[in-house]
């Protein structure tokens, strides 16, 4: 029987989560989770996260559609960090992309684009 790790959300109560696509690798998104956040994610199967911006809890893809359907969720070996694996449905970025990764330090695209958050957001 595996005991559950321990998790270490810091001073602030958040720990760092990427979200990788679950097939394919792909590195989409970074955000930080509460414990709330955590424990919604593990009730629902979709990925929830906390606005450090906004100062609460948000299930990702609420207001878009694009949702990120978990499974499995892993702990790095200082409890410090979630890679959640996800099954994202449209783009991860509020951006438009399909990854929040989508350019290069000097600027260039490199991702693509799978919606206009025009459309998306009002």
């Given at each position: 029987?595996?005991?559950?790790?321990?998790?270490?959300?810091?001073?602030?109560?958040?720990?760092?989560?990427?979200?990788?696509?679950?097939?394919?690798?792909?590195?989409?998104?970074?955000?930080?989770?509460?414990?709330?956040?955590?424990?919604?994610?593990?009730?629902?199967?979709?990925?929830?996260?906390?606005?450090?911006?906004r100062d609460e809890l948000?299930?990702?893809?609420?207001?878009?559609?694009?949702?990120?359907?978990?499974?499995?969720?892993?702990?790095?070996?200082?409890?410090?960090?979630?890679?959640?694996?996800?099954?994202?449905?449209?783009?991860?970025?509020?951006?438009?992309?399909?990854?929040?990764?989508?350019?290069?330090?000097?600027?260039?695209?490199?991702?693509?684009?799978?919606?206009?958050?025009?459309?998306?957001?009002?």
């Amino acid at each position: 029987m595996t005991e559950t790790p321990a998790l270490d959300f810091g001073d602030d109560g958040l720990v760092p989560a990427v979200a990788q696509d679950a097939d394919s690798g792909e590195v989409l998104m970074l955000a930080y989770a509460s414990r709330e956040a955590v424990e919604r994610t593990r009730e629902t199967g979709l990925a929830h996260y906390y606005s450090r911006s906004r100062d609460e809890l948000w299930q990702k893809g609420g207001s878009s559609g694009h949702t990120q359907a978990v499974s499995e969720i892993r702990v790095d070996c200082d409890g410090d960090a979630l890679l959640y694996l996800v099954e994202q449905t449209g783009g991860a970025c509020h951006t438009g992309y399909r990854s929040c990764f989508y350019r290069t330090i000097d600027g260039e695209a490199v991702g693509e684009q799978v919606f206009d958050p025009d459309d998306v957001y009002e």
